[in-house]
């Protein structure tokens, strides 16, 4: 639960436990790009490795 890290003084585990989060995410872009190409490309384009930045986008699969 990120959101209660956020909000302890435990700043170390509130990283690591993100960063986990964000390997799992790059995983699952890797897993879904031969079916959904556009969909991880945007998900890539989301998440800036080198910097260890995250943008804010719109949702991927939006309701109708």
Same mark, same amino acid.
């Given at each position: 639960?990120?959101?209660?890290?956020?909000?302890?003084?435990?700043?170390?585990? *509130?990283?690591?436990? %993100?960063? @986990?989060?964000?390997?799992? /995410?790059?995983? !699952?872009? #890797?897993? *879904?790009?031969?079916? %959904?190409? @556009?969909?991880?490309?945007? /998900?890539?384009? !989301?998440? #800036?490795?080198?910097?260890?930045?995250?943008?804010?986008?719109?949702?991927?699969?939006?309701?109708?």
């Amino acid at each position: 639960e990120p959101w209660k890290l956020k909000e302890s003084t435990d700043q170390e585990k *509130l990283v690591a436990h %993100l960063s @986990k989060l964000t390997v799992h /995410i790059l995983t !699952l872009k #890797d897993h *879904l790009e031969p079916f %959904l190409p @556009k969909t991880a490309q945007k /998900i890539e384009a !989301l998440i #800036d490795v080198k910097n260890k930045k995250i943008t804010a986008g719109k949702p991927l699969f939006p309701r109708k």
